[in-house]
């Protein structure tokens, strides 16, 4: 029933009219009949008129009547209110943890900013999100997840001030507004830590201990001179706020940003790459350059490794350290890797048959078990030998299914593909990992390469890696030979495989053509198109897994 029903109820004409014209009729049929019904009981008088005291009795009964009735209507109007309370306390309240939700904290912040405001105060509108909550999840089951969420509402309720609000907006998302002094926002960062240091506690649920942290975005009604430059209503507060929680988590989690305007500007920027690499790789705007691989023994160029690059109509020229993490967050990295291997054995089908192709693996990919069987397939669509392609994936690769990424890696390996561990020595692979991953090149990372650059240099690092590797049977690959004086360094070291930009830059696929005719290195096209009509390397069909990617360059 809504209010004005209710309303409506309570003064119930009808109701009321009964009941009045009841009491009036009871007092002109009661003057009448009442006395005569006396005198008649002491034998003075007649007895009464009958048709009266039938008229008595039934205004009797319709008294009784209208007051059971009002009575009734009185209960009705309590229950309906009651339950109108309650169904209005579940729309402004989530049931799981008793907060406010996204819908009442709107009105609820209005409320507080006006009342901060008429005192000379500001407001500051905070965002808080669980870190890696969909891990926690998983890991312990949903039930372990709901605990999680209500013990933090707990402590944040034990640890804000009495004229805070607090609502979960939902998911693992809470926000709080509290006022404060303009002049003082020390008081909302000291608020802040504690909170940190009150979750850092952790949490344990079934006797198991979950560490959980949050990261935090704060933004206020007013600037530091205690002005409103720009209208901030709650929408505004909390658009701001969960821009600068944003910009915690991208800065590593487990802290808190003040909300700044140029952190709006990066994710607008940001929106719009992820609009022109969506529409990017439907119009084939990602296309492969290729860096030199050298034998340093001998000079001779030995191979290529295949770099993405983003030619973006409106950016011009795009790094893949811009556009990988974006197109791995959003979840094409698969799509465009494989769009750019398929024009990498295009044009490497035109090099000389002892110049290997190499291809970077996401680590997103990793987690595909089917991988293996599309880039065999790729292989086998192309006629590329399968032993020219060699597939390069990092140590971060190797921390989340170690079980998987081996079955993945040696079905690829079993078809002839061969694979390299990237950037090595900048993860946290183990030996144990080393021998027992099916991996038949080591690639030593440029951080570690640069260092041979110092004349005082401390070459011990480079000295170990290629010393593993020669233990191990795997042959090295040094990245980022940049100058004369590092590549005589890594010639004292043995026989290595390396590439930098001493050999000249990554190269577009024309360019390389170019390079390879003045060297004689490219098949004649009457060879390459009986290689076309030649039967490809039959791939035997596996149901394990192996990535691809271009993330490097």
Not at 7 to 33: C, H, N, P, Q
């Amino acid at each position: 029933m809504t209010v004005p029903t209710i309303r409506k109820a309570e003064r119930d004409l009808i109701a009321l009219g009964i009941a009045v014209a009841a009491i009036l009729l009871f007092v002109a049929t009661g003057s009448k009949v009442l006395p005569s019904v006396v005198r008649s009981l002491f034998g003075n008088g007649s007895s009464p008129d009958h048709l009266l005291v039938t008229a008595l009795l039934l205004n009797i009964a319709l008294i009784i009547f209208g007051w059971r009735r009002y009575r009734e209507l009185m209960e009705e109007v309590a229950e309906r209110r009651k339950a109108e309370e309650t169904a209005r306390r579940l729309a402004e309240t989530d049931p799981l943890t008793g907060c406010l939700n996204r819908r009442s904290m709107a009105e609820a912040t209005e409320d507080l900013r006006a009342r901060s405001n008429a005192h000379g105060k500001s407001i500051a509108f905070v965002m808080v999100d669980i870190d890696n909550f969909k891990q926690i999840n998983d890991l312990n089951g949903h039930t372990a997840g709901d605990i999680v969420l209500t013990t933090l509402a707990d402590r944040l309720r034990e640890k804000l001030p009495k004229e805070a609000l607090l609502a979960r907006l939902g998911g693992d998302e809470f926000a709080f507004v509290m006022p404060f002094d303009t002049l003082n926002t020390k008081r909302v960062d000291d608020l802040v830590m504690r909170l940190f240091e009150s979750l850092g506690k952790g949490i344990t649920v079934n006797n198991t201990r979950i560490e959980a942290t949050m990261s935090m975005g704060v933004a206020t009604d007013r600037d530091a001179s205690g002005s409103s430059a720009t209208p901030a209503d709650a929408a505004i507060l909390m658009h701001r706020a969960d821009i600068a929680m944003y910009h915690a988590k991208k800065r590593g989690k487990n802290r808190f940003y003040w909300f700044e305007p140029n952190m709006e500007n990066e994710l607008r920027f940001r929106n719009e790459l992820e609009m022109g690499i969506k529409r990017g790789v439907l119009a084939g705007e990602f296309v492969p350059y290729y860096e030199q691989q050298i034998d340093l023994a001998t000079g001779e160029l030995v191979g290529f490794e295949m770099l993405a690059r983003w030619h973006s109509p409106e950016l011009g020229l795009v790094s893949p350290d811009v556009f990988i993490p974006i197109a791995e967050d959003i979840g094409v990295i698969s799509d465009l890797s494989e769009q750019l291997i398929e024009r990498a054995l295009q044009d490497a089908k035109e090099w000389n048959e002892s110049i290997t192709l190499s291809v970077n693996i996401s680590p997103i990919q990793m987690r595909d078990p089917w991988f293996p069987q599309r880039l065999l397939k790729l292989l086998v669509k192309h006629n590329f030998p399968n032993h020219r392609l060699e597939i390069e994936i990092t140590e971060s690769c190797l921390h989340e299914n170690v079980g998987m990424v081996r079955s993945m890696l040696s079905s690829l390996r079993n078809q002839g593909v061969r694979v390299s561990l990237d950037d090595f020595g900048t993860g946290y692979s183990s030996l144990e990992q080393l021998r027992s991953l099916p991996f038949d090149r080591l690639k030593i990372d440029r951080s570690f390469i640069s260092e041979l650059r110092k004349m005082d240099a401390n070459s011990k690092i480079v000295d170990a890696i290629v010393s593993l590797g020669n233990g191990l049977d795997m042959p090295i690959t040094a990245e980022g030979i940049e100058d004369q004086q590092i590549l005589d360094a890594l010639k004292k070291m043995g026989h290595l495989k390396g590439q930098g930009y001493l050999y000249g830059k990554p190269e577009d696929a024309m360019s390389v053509r170019k390079r390879l005719a003045q060297a004689g290195k490219l098949v004649p096209i009457a060879k390459s198109r009986e290689r076309d009509d030649e039967p490809g390397e039959v791939a035997t069909e596996t149901h394990e897994p192996a990535p691809a990617s271009a993330a490097k360059g």
